[in-house]
């Protein structure tokens, strides 16, 4: 028996075409704003049911409220996160850079 294989063509890796650096940034801060509003949401949810458990006679509206807070938690460091390019000025107005 004799080894007669042919040898096949090494093939090269296909070159990945990378994204654009701001496209890239705009991702990671969008991936940092929900999985904030997730674990925010989540947190404020679990200190709801807690309250309601333990104060106040297991209503309902005490676990809507933390959700609520929690996700206006999220949402205020994600749009401060989005506006990160804008400085703000001493009478509080924001001025665009240059």
């Known amino acids: 028996m004799s080894d007669t294989t042919t040898p096949t063509p090494a093939t090269a890796p296909a070159l990945r075409t990378s994204r ?35 104060l106040f006679k297991r ?13 206006g938690r999220a949402v205020e460091e ?8 804008a400085a703000q000025s001493r009478d509080g107005l924001r001025v665009l850079r240059p």
């Open 59 to 71: 209503r309902a509206f005490p676990a809507w409220v933390g959700l609520g807070f929690g996700a």
């Open 20 to 54: 654009p650096l701001s496209e890239s940034l705009l991702n990671d801060k969008w991936d940092r704003c929900l999985s904030s509003l997730l674990i925010k949401s989540g947190l404020g949810l679990s200190f709801g049911v807690i309250f309601s458990v333990l």
């Open 78 to 85: 994600c749009d401060s996160s989005f506006k990160g390019a």
